[in-house]
């Protein structure tokens, strides 16, 4: 090997450990990053504006990824943190969800009044219903008199769920095919007038079930349409 051929590989040699020198230091500098950054955790963002006073709902908000270190103690982590809350002021697209930002949905409005009634747990409950659902409240009725059809109603719509209580076994000297071995006391806000007929249901009907209703969903039901008879179905 002539002297060129050595300066050649020596320069070779030379460059290959620059390049690894330049590697090092740039691994170098990620992981200081790195270690000042630290672990992400999620956050939430508002997707877009909500007003004050409006109940929260998940869909509300946009999960994101932000360095542990950046996130205020105060921030939401975990959407369970809304549930039953309010909006205390604007909240404006794009800001990120905090706790100072919500406050506990009031219990009662003015005229209202807290009813608890005890549901089916196995179709009117179903794990869904949380406190600060809406609810539409559905009630089935035999014929008052032979020969006069079966009816479902509708009794409440958009009633508020307030409380959700522990699963709880009926007497068990009930007739079985009749009524539900278990049940869920559900306790509402109500006006006087949807507290009565909500009563009146549980007392009287066969059957009681809640519907969930979406939120933002149009919820009134035109009085033509809160009666349901199976010979009137076209």
């Known amino acids: 090997m002539n002297s060129r051929q050595r300066r050649g ?3 070779l040699i030379l460059s290959v450990l620059c390049a690894l020198g330049a590697f090092a230091g740039v691994l170098s500098v990620v992981d200081d990053v790195q270690s000042k950054v630290g672990p992400e955790v999620s956050a939430y963002r508002v997707r877009s504006d909500v007003k004050p006073y409006t109940a929260l709902n998940t869909g509300q908000f946009e999960k994101i990824k932000m360095p542990k270190r950046w996130l205020s103690g105060n921030a939401v982590t975990d959407l369970r943190q809304i549930q039953g809350k309010i909006a205390v002021t604007t909240l404006r697209a794009g800001s990120l969800l905090q706790t100072d930002m919500v406050v506990d949905q009031p219990a009662l409005q003015p005229g209202q009044q807290e009813v608890a009634i005890m549901i089916d747990a196995a179709t009117g409950v ?3 219903i949380t406190p600060g659902s809406r ?4 009630a089935t009725f035999e014929g008052k008199k032979e020969g006069d059809p079966d009816q479902s109603k509708i009794i409440v719509t958009n009633a508020r769920v307030l409380d959700v209580g522990q ?3 009926l007497d068990p000297d009930r007739d079985k095919n009749q009524q539900p071995t278990e049940a869920v006391p559900i306790t509402f806000a109500l006006s006087t007038l949807d507290a009565q007929r909500i009563t009146y249901a549980e007392s009287f009907a066969q059957r009681v079930r809640l519907a969930l209703v979406a939120p933002g969903s149009e919820t009134s039901v035109p009085d033509k349409d809160r009666t349901y008879e199976l010979a009137t179905d076209k």
């Open 9 to 11: 590989v020596i320069l």
């Open 167 to 169: 699963i709880t076994a």
């Open 135 to 138: 609810v539409n409240v559905y």
């Open 126 to 128: 179903a794990g869904k």
